[in-house]
């Protein structure tokens, strides 16, 4: 008897639209700009409107997406956090990795994340706050584009350039007035990155806020990064030095006892 998986394989992908549209909809409620009319998402997904509207219906009705106290604006639903919180909660680099956020944060007393890469973005799946007034502002699940991060660069530079160009979205986006946009800047930056294992973010994402990030040597290429943000005003001679041997001395014990944990 042949399977659906045998008749189908080798065809050609062809995606299920409403699914792809209620996706389209996930996504775009959660990009940050806050509740959403009917008319705004649907310019912005080029979804008529009267489809979009039984989508919404739907998607209030399990949860997924609230509507205000007019009817008429729409964001995530709680069941979009449960699930981001059951995502968290089951990783596994995530967990072993808990201990290690809290032991650079005590150390330093500054703002510390765990970034994943995700396509030409890295998301924060962890975070443990600075002690002081003046921070980053950020939060978990957050997307930021990985050209502009310490994370995200350290990431990309465990990929040869060919990947890095295909994964990155072109012309780059400028966060800041020291955000790397022109594409041969970028790899010269990544060359520098592999040949001293660390990446620096100069207010590239922030101003008034450095970054120092390296990666998580749990795969290959890696996947997930470490980063410590300092604001600039903070930062003295000896900082440098100090935070890339604290994440240098964390990651090898990670290297160190890799063989001894389980596959991810």
Request: proline content about 6%; hydrophobic content about 45%; aromatic content about 4%.
């Amino acid at each position: 008897m042949t399977s659906t998986a045998d008749a189908t394989r080798g065809e050609a992908f062809q995606p299920v639209k409403s699914a792809g549209r209620t996706l389209d909809v996930l996504e775009a409620l959660a990009d940050g700009a806050g509740p959403r009319s009917l008319g705004e998402l649907a310019r912005a997904l080029a979804i008529p409107k009267s489809s979009l509207h039984g989508i919404l219906r739907t998607m209030i009705q399990r949860g997924w997406v609230e509507a205000d106290p007019t009817g008429t604006r729409f964001g995530l639903g709680v069941r979009a956090l449960q699930v981001g919180a059951a995502y968290l909660e089951t990783d596994t680099v995530t967990g072993l990795l808990s201990g290690v956020l809290d032991q650079l944060a005590t150390q330093f007393g500054e703002t510390v994340h765990l970034g994943r890469l995700d396509g030409p973005h890295v998301v924060y799946l962890a975070k443990r706050e600075s002690v002081h007034p003046l921070r980053l502002y950020s939060a978990i699940g957050r997307h930021l584009p990985a050209h502009a991060t310490a994370l995200g660069k350290v990431l990309l530079a465990e990929r040869p350039d060919e990947a890095v160009d295909r994964l990155l979205h072109w012309p780059l986006t400028a966060l800041t007035a020291r955000t790397i946009t022109d594409p041969g800047a970028l790899h010269e930056e990544l060359a520098t990155i592999r040949s001293r294992g660390y990446a620096m973010d100069r207010e590239e994402n922030t101003e008034g806020i450095v970054c120092f990030a390296m990666a998580v040597p749990l795969q290959a290429p890696a996947t997930d990064a470490i980063s410590l943000s300092v604001p600039a005003s903070r930062l003295d001679d000896t900082s440098e030095a100090r935070i890339v041997a604290a994440l240098g001395t964390t990651l090898a014990q990670i290297r160190a006892a890799r063989p001894l944990l389980p596959a991810l």
